[in-house]
Protein backbone atom coordinates (compact mmCIF):
# COMPACT_ATOMS: atom_id res chain seq x y z
CA UNK A 1 0.00 0.00 0.00
CA UNK A 2 1.27 3.52 -0.46
CA UNK A 3 2.34 5.26 2.12
CA UNK A 4 3.81 8.34 0.92
CA UNK A 5 1.91 10.56 -1.73
CA UNK A 6 4.13 13.45 -2.95
CA UNK A 7 2.54 16.89 -4.29
CA UNK A 8 2.49 18.06 -7.23
CA UNK A 9 3.60 15.24 -9.41
CA UNK A 10 5.49 17.69 -11.63
CA UNK A 11 7.30 21.02 -10.66
CA UNK A 12 8.85 23.35 -13.77
CA UNK A 13 10.53 26.05 -12.51
CA UNK A 14 13.12 28.82 -13.88
CA UNK A 15 16.73 28.36 -12.73
CA UNK A 16 17.72 30.88 -9.50
CA UNK A 17 14.12 30.16 -7.84
CA UNK A 18 13.03 27.91 -4.99
CA UNK A 19 11.25 24.33 -5.31
CA UNK A 20 8.87 22.98 -3.17
CA UNK A 21 7.95 19.69 -2.98
CA UNK A 22 5.35 18.43 -0.17
CA UNK A 23 4.61 14.66 0.68
CA UNK A 24 2.09 13.15 2.88
CA UNK A 25 1.79 10.25 4.43
CA UNK A 26 -0.71 8.04 6.38
CA UNK A 27 0.65 5.81 9.43
CA UNK A 28 3.07 6.83 12.31
CA UNK A 29 6.36 7.22 11.39
CA UNK A 30 10.20 6.53 13.17
CA UNK A 31 11.49 8.88 10.31
CA UNK A 32 11.02 10.06 6.49
CA UNK A 33 13.28 10.21 3.85
CA UNK A 34 13.83 12.24 0.56
CA UNK A 35 15.57 10.54 -2.28
CA UNK A 36 16.74 11.88 -5.67
CA UNK A 37 16.13 9.87 -8.97
CA UNK A 38 17.86 11.43 -12.46
CA UNK A 39 16.52 10.35 -15.47
CA UNK A 40 17.68 6.64 -16.27
CA UNK A 41 19.50 5.99 -12.86
CA UNK A 42 19.09 4.53 -9.62
CA UNK A 43 18.09 6.55 -6.52
CA UNK A 44 19.87 8.65 -4.09
CA UNK A 45 19.81 9.27 -0.61
CA UNK A 46 19.32 12.89 0.31
CA UNK A 47 18.60 14.01 3.47
CA UNK A 48 16.71 11.55 6.59
CA UNK A 49 14.59 13.60 9.43
CA UNK A 50 13.44 11.69 12.49
CA UNK A 51 10.19 11.59 14.18
CA UNK A 52 11.49 13.85 16.94
CA UNK A 53 12.97 16.32 14.37
CA UNK A 54 10.98 19.67 12.84
CA UNK A 55 13.34 20.95 10.30
CA UNK A 56 16.70 20.00 9.02
CA UNK A 57 19.07 20.94 6.56
CA UNK A 58 21.75 19.99 3.79
CA UNK A 59 23.44 22.70 1.58
CA UNK A 60 20.55 23.90 -0.24
CA UNK A 61 18.10 21.21 0.61
CA UNK A 62 15.57 22.08 3.53
CA UNK A 63 13.32 19.17 5.09
CA UNK A 64 10.45 20.05 7.16
CA UNK A 65 8.13 17.70 8.87
CA UNK A 66 4.87 17.74 10.91
CA UNK A 67 4.24 14.61 12.28
CA UNK A 68 0.34 16.33 14.08
CA UNK A 69 0.19 16.86 9.71
CA UNK A 70 1.61 13.43 8.47
CA UNK A 71 3.47 15.48 6.48
CA UNK A 72 7.14 16.62 4.94
CA UNK A 73 8.14 18.93 2.86
CA UNK A 74 11.16 19.55 0.23
CA UNK A 75 12.73 23.02 -0.36
CA UNK A 76 15.39 23.38 -2.50
CA UNK A 77 16.87 26.88 -3.12
CA UNK A 78 17.84 28.55 -5.69
CA UNK A 79 17.62 25.66 -7.42
CA UNK A 80 20.02 24.99 -10.91
CA UNK A 81 19.32 22.97 -13.55
CA UNK A 82 21.34 20.17 -12.66
CA UNK A 83 18.36 19.68 -9.95
CA UNK A 84 16.32 19.08 -12.42
CA UNK A 85 15.09 15.22 -11.03
CA UNK A 86 12.23 13.26 -9.84
CA UNK A 87 12.47 13.25 -5.81
CA UNK A 88 10.70 10.72 -4.14
CA UNK A 89 9.92 10.61 -0.43
CA UNK A 90 10.13 7.35 1.84
CA UNK A 91 9.14 6.22 4.80
CA UNK A 92 10.08 2.78 7.33
CA UNK A 93 6.35 0.97 7.84
CA UNK A 94 8.60 -0.34 10.85
CA UNK A 95 11.92 -0.31 12.39
CA UNK A 96 14.26 -3.22 11.73
CA UNK A 97 14.07 -4.88 8.12
CA UNK A 98 11.28 -3.72 6.98
CA UNK A 99 11.86 -2.20 3.48
CA UNK A 100 10.91 1.34 2.64
CA UNK A 101 7.25 2.27 1.47
CA UNK A 102 8.56 5.11 -1.28
CA UNK A 103 5.75 7.95 -2.95
CA UNK A 104 5.45 8.04 -6.98
CA UNK A 105 8.25 10.95 -7.02
CA UNK A 106 7.54 14.72 -8.24
CA UNK A 107 9.06 15.65 -11.31
CA UNK A 108 11.47 18.48 -10.95
CA UNK A 109 12.09 20.29 -14.06
CA UNK A 110 14.69 23.52 -13.80
CA UNK A 111 14.80 25.68 -16.45
CA UNK A 112 17.86 27.75 -17.52
CA UNK B 1 32.91 2.14 0.54
CA UNK B 2 30.04 0.17 -0.40
CA UNK B 3 29.21 -0.23 -3.97
CA UNK B 4 26.65 -1.95 -5.72
CA UNK B 5 26.54 -3.30 -9.27
CA UNK B 6 23.66 -4.10 -11.19
CA UNK B 7 23.61 -6.31 -14.71
CA UNK B 8 23.03 -5.73 -17.34
CA UNK B 9 22.47 -2.50 -18.23
CA UNK B 10 19.67 -2.77 -20.28
CA UNK B 11 18.21 -5.74 -22.03
CA UNK B 12 15.80 -6.35 -24.83
CA UNK B 13 13.73 -9.63 -24.55
CA UNK B 14 10.98 -11.21 -26.43
CA UNK B 15 7.90 -12.52 -24.66
CA UNK B 16 8.02 -16.49 -23.38
CA UNK B 17 11.86 -16.04 -23.00
CA UNK B 18 13.38 -16.22 -19.55
CA UNK B 19 15.16 -13.45 -17.70
CA UNK B 20 18.41 -13.38 -15.02
CA UNK B 21 18.85 -9.95 -13.32
CA UNK B 22 22.31 -10.20 -10.87
CA UNK B 23 22.78 -7.56 -8.37
CA UNK B 24 25.89 -7.74 -6.18
CA UNK B 25 26.95 -5.44 -2.93
CA UNK B 26 30.83 -4.88 -2.16
CA UNK B 27 32.01 -3.56 1.22
CA UNK B 28 29.62 -4.61 3.46
CA UNK B 29 28.34 -7.95 4.76
CA UNK B 30 25.23 -9.10 5.39
CA UNK B 31 22.50 -6.59 3.95
CA UNK B 32 19.14 -6.87 3.48
CA UNK B 33 19.05 -6.53 -0.18
CA UNK B 34 15.96 -5.25 -2.65
CA UNK B 35 14.61 -5.92 -5.45
CA UNK B 36 12.33 -2.89 -7.27
CA UNK B 37 10.54 -2.26 -10.62
CA UNK B 38 9.54 1.04 -11.54
CA UNK B 39 7.64 1.25 -14.80
CA UNK B 40 7.77 4.72 -17.26
CA UNK B 41 7.13 7.84 -14.89
CA UNK B 42 6.12 6.18 -12.03
CA UNK B 43 6.94 5.27 -8.26
CA UNK B 44 8.66 2.26 -7.21
CA UNK B 45 6.80 -1.19 -6.56
CA UNK B 46 8.62 -3.20 -4.74
CA UNK B 47 8.89 -7.05 -5.31
CA UNK B 48 11.42 -8.89 -3.38
CA UNK B 49 13.46 -8.17 0.01
CA UNK B 50 15.85 -10.40 1.43
CA UNK B 51 17.54 -10.19 4.81
CA UNK B 52 19.71 -13.68 4.37
CA UNK B 53 21.16 -16.14 2.25
CA UNK B 54 17.75 -18.36 1.11
CA UNK B 55 15.61 -15.90 2.96
CA UNK B 56 12.90 -14.46 0.53
CA UNK B 57 9.92 -12.61 1.02
CA UNK B 58 8.11 -11.59 -1.90
CA UNK B 59 5.47 -8.61 -2.06
CA UNK B 60 3.45 -8.99 -5.34
CA UNK B 61 2.74 -12.51 -6.48
CA UNK B 62 3.65 -12.67 -10.38
CA UNK B 63 6.25 -14.83 -12.67
CA UNK B 64 9.09 -13.22 -11.33
CA UNK B 65 11.19 -14.79 -8.49
CA UNK B 66 14.49 -14.07 -6.32
CA UNK B 67 17.58 -15.75 -4.97
CA UNK B 68 20.07 -15.36 -2.77
CA UNK B 69 22.47 -17.46 -3.30
CA UNK B 70 25.70 -15.83 -1.62
CA UNK B 71 25.46 -13.28 1.28
CA UNK B 72 26.19 -10.03 -1.54
CA UNK B 73 23.99 -11.50 -4.24
CA UNK B 74 20.78 -11.12 -5.25
CA UNK B 75 19.40 -12.49 -8.40
CA UNK B 76 15.85 -11.53 -10.15
CA UNK B 77 14.24 -14.05 -12.74
CA UNK B 78 11.88 -15.13 -14.73
CA UNK B 79 11.11 -18.46 -16.52
CA UNK B 80 8.42 -16.83 -19.39
CA UNK B 81 8.67 -13.33 -19.57
CA UNK B 82 5.49 -10.73 -20.17
CA UNK B 83 5.32 -7.60 -22.13
CA UNK B 84 3.93 -6.07 -18.58
CA UNK B 85 7.38 -7.42 -17.01
CA UNK B 86 9.05 -4.12 -19.27
CA UNK B 87 10.23 -1.74 -16.62
CA UNK B 88 13.49 -0.30 -14.90
CA UNK B 89 14.40 -3.10 -12.09
CA UNK B 90 16.71 -1.27 -9.46
CA UNK B 91 18.55 -3.63 -6.73
CA UNK B 92 18.83 -1.91 -3.08
CA UNK B 93 20.84 -2.43 0.02
CA UNK B 94 20.79 -1.22 3.69
CA UNK B 95 22.52 -3.08 6.79
CA UNK B 96 20.06 -2.86 9.08
CA UNK B 97 20.25 1.12 9.36
CA UNK B 98 17.04 3.44 7.51
CA UNK B 99 19.01 4.41 4.24
CA UNK B 100 19.06 2.63 1.39
CA UNK B 101 21.42 2.44 -1.16
CA UNK B 102 20.47 1.59 -4.99
CA UNK B 103 21.93 0.31 -7.76
CA UNK B 104 22.19 1.89 -11.17
CA UNK B 105 19.50 0.01 -12.63
CA UNK B 106 18.47 -2.24 -15.19
CA UNK B 107 15.99 -1.10 -18.46
CA UNK B 108 13.81 -4.12 -19.37
CA UNK B 109 12.19 -4.28 -22.84
CA UNK B 110 9.98 -7.05 -23.32
CA UNK B 111 8.74 -7.46 -27.13
Known amino acids: SQQGEEDPQALSIQEGENATMNCSYK?????LQWYRQNSGRGLVHLIL?????REKHSGRLRVTLDTSKKSSSLLITASRAADTASYFCATPPNSGNTPLVFGKGTRLSVIA | SQTIHQWPATLVQPVGSPLSLECTVE??????LYWYRQAAGRGLQLLFY??????ISSEVPQNLSASRPQDRQFILSSKKLLLSDSGFYLCAWTTGGDTQYFGPGTRLTVL
Open chain 1, 27 to 31: TSINN
Open chain 2, 27 to 32: GTSNPN
Open chain 1, 49 to 53: IRSNE
Open chain 2, 50 to 55: SVGIGQ
